[in-house]
């Protein structure tokens, strides 16, 4: 049986060496188990996206991490440094830090050349802010998803088979398929503006929600409390208040509007 040295401090600090009784195979494996727990430390990450059947999110070193579903290689990210990232349902796209954009997946998903300040990957199409703030969007175009107007925009989100985005001036523009009245989006101001599957949801400038499209499932029934974000998914919509508690509403089915407390 194997041996190890092991090297002992006296309280005097000085430090002797001598043979203990303790076989190799214990010390390895006390090695690995401090190894295995150190590589099951949760990664960290700046921000995370959640498409159809797959999550990317960017680490803190600006690197890129995707999960789930791979049918495509949309949970397959290149390589290099990203300021944000949108998961789609076969495709994902990134902002580098160089202003460009990247995608990966389905085989219709490739970029445009050109710098652009954020992109918002939706069910077969992509939509980008570029940095003069006009938008360019690419993909299927079905239902006219990537015929963007010609305005300047703040913030745009692509969803199934529609987009919306938040003008210059806060009013909203959507376009696409309304076939449940996802893009007839009210005359108001907005903060921010998420496309659903097949409803829309926006945050005004009072900080109160709107939704509007289809709702089977309650999904447009916001709560009467004031938000700092919302993000509609396909049949329920979740939103961040004011005192940093989320609140979900819609279609319950697998738990997904149950937040967690705290």
């Given at each position: 049986?194997?041996?190890v040295w092991v090297?002992?401090?006296?309280?005097?600090?000085r430090?002797?060496?001598?043979?203990?009784?303790m076989?190799?195979?214990l010390?390895?494996?006390?090695?690995?188990?401090?190894?295995?727990?150190?590589?099951?430390?949760p990664?960290?990450?700046?921000?995370?996206?959640s498409?159809?059947?797959h999550t990317?999110?960017v680490?803190?070193d600006?690197?890129?991490?995707?999960?789930?579903l791979n049918?495509?290689?949309?949970?397959?990210?290149p390589?290099?440094?990203?300021?944000?990232?949108?998961?789609?349902?076969?495709h994902?796209?990134?902002v580098?830090?160089?202003?460009?954009?990247?995608?990966?997946?389905?085989?219709?998903?490739?970029?445009?050349?050109?710098?652009?300040?954020?992109?918002?990957?939706?069910?077969?199409?992509?939509?980008?802010?570029?940095?003069?703030?006009?938008?360019?969007c690419?993909?299927?175009?079905?239902?006219?998803?990537?015929?963007?107007?010609?305005?300047?925009?703040?913030?745009v989100?692509?969803?199934?088979?529609?987009?919306c985005?938040?003008?210059l001036?806060?009013?909203?523009?959507?376009?696409?398929?309304?076939?449940?009245?996802?893009?007839?989006s009210?005359?108001?101001?907005f903060?921010?503006?998420s496309a659903?599957?097949?409803?829309?949801c926006?945050?005004?400038?009072?900080?109160t929600?709107t939704?509007w499209?289809?709702?089977g499932h309650?999904?447009?029934?916001?709560?009467?409390?004031k938000?700092?974000?919302?993000s509609a998914?396909?049949?329920?919509t979740?939103?961040?208040r004011?005192?940093?508690?989320?609140?979900?509403?819609?279609?319950?089915?697998?738990?997904?509007?149950?937040?967690?407390?705290?």
């Amino acid at each position: 049986m194997g041996r190890v040295w092991v090297e002992r401090w006296s309280a005097l600090g000085r430090s002797s060496r001598r043979r203990w009784p303790m076989p190799l195979a214990l010390v390895l494996v006390g090695a690995l188990g401090l190894a295995a727990r150190a590589q099951a430390a949760p990664a960290q990450f700046r921000s995370v996206s959640s498409g159809a059947y797959h999550t990317c999110g960017v680490r803190l070193d600006d690197t890129l991490a995707c999960w789930g579903l791979n049918l495509d290689g949309q949970a397959r990210p290149p390589a290099g440094k990203f300021r944000s990232v949108s998961a789609g349902v076969r495709h994902t796209c990134g902002v580098r830090l160089d202003d460009t954009v990247a995608c990966w997946g389905w085989e219709w998903a490739r970029a445009p050349a050109g710098k652009f300040r954020s992109v918002s990957a939706g069910s077969d199409h992509t939509c980008g802010l570029r940095l003069d703030d006009t938008l360019t969007c690419w993909g299927l175009n079905g239902h006219g998803q990537t015929r963007a107007p010609e305005h300047k925009f703040r913030s745009v989100s692509a969803g199934t088979l529609f987009t919306c985005g938040v003008r210059l001036d806060e009013t909203l523009a959507c376009w696409g398929s309304n076939g449940s009245g996802q893009t007839s989006s009210p005359e108001h101001k907005f903060r921010t503006v998420s496309a659903g599957a097949y409803h829309t949801c926006g945050v005004r400038l009072d900080d109160t929600l709107t939704c509007w499209g289809l709702d089977g499932h309650g999904q447009t029934r916001a709560p009467e409390h004031k938000f700092r974000s919302v993000s509609a998914g396909t049949l329920f919509t979740c939103g961040v208040r004011l005192d940093e508690t989320v609140a979900c509403w819609g279609s319950n089915q697998y738990g997904q509007a149950k937040p967690p407390a705290g």
